[in-house]
């Protein structure tokens, strides 16, 4: 069964640098997703991207975030200047077009900023 | 502001046993809703999901029941195994032209030999 995948599993930066987490989003989907999970806290929405561009966000996702899709297979998030803050379980997650599908989520990426 | 959450953050059953795991939202505009299961150091993992033109759907051991006069919705897990142990997430769908998930709080199950 297709899957997203997720690298690194775990990233350790310091606080100030800047970290690119990545994903493959399965194949044929065109809406792609990344949330965080505090520890011990629920699921949190960062941003959607469609088409090439943002199409929501949330207010977690502030100017020191970005997202891009540099070719057809990756979907990337970058964090500037990372906050101790920061430090969660990113979650890379995607869907197909159609309206009222499920929305398949990688395994994450555990981001610790010392 | 809108919020989905569940009642009980913790529940055990017997193994073989059923389990029923109830979350409430209050967005009343939601019409999408799906059950994640997320297993330690994994990502939520898709179990079922309901449109709210439903109120009931099954799956393979799992049914799903929506009663939108009160904003509520269960999953039940029949004849509950080990491997049912994990944290169960109920999501909605916004009304955002991407349906980004709000995520409820969880509820840890855990089975009992």
């Known amino acids: 069964e297709p899957e997203v995948t997720q690298t690194p599993s775990h990233q350790v930066t310091q606080m100030g640098q800047e970290v690119i987490l990545r994903c493959v989003p399965i194949s044929n989907h065109l809406y792609f997703y990344w949330y965080r999970q505090i520890l011990g806290q629920k699921v949190e929405f960062l941003v959607s991207f469609y088409n090439n561009e943002i199409s929501e966000k949330s207010e977690i996702f502030d100017d020191q975030f970005s997202v891009e899709r540099p070719d057809g297979s990756n979907f990337t998030l970058k964090i500037r200047s990372t906050k101790l803050e920061d430090s969660a379980m990113y979650f890379c997650a995607s869907r197909e077009r159609v309206v009222n599908q499920p929305q398949h989520f990688g395994d994450g990426t555990r981001l610790s900023i010392l | ?113």
């Open chain 2, 1 to 113: 502001g809108e919020s989905v959450g569940l009642h009980l953050p913790t529940l055990s059953v017997q193994e073989g046993d059923n389990s029923i795991i109830n979350c409430a939202y209050s967005n009343s505009a939601s019409d999408y809703f799906i059950w994640y299961k997320q297993e330690s150091g994994k990502g939520p993992q898709f179990i079922i999901d309901i449109r709210s033109n439903m109120d009931k759907r099954q799956g393979q051991r799992v049914t799903v029941l929506l009663n939108k006069t009160v904003k509520h919705l269960s999953l039940q897990i029949a004849a509950t195994q080990p491997g049912d142990s994990a944290v169960y997430f109920c999501a909605e769908n916004s009304a955002g032209s991407a349906r980004q998930l709000t995520f409820g709080s969880g509820t840890q199950l855990t089975v009992l030999p």
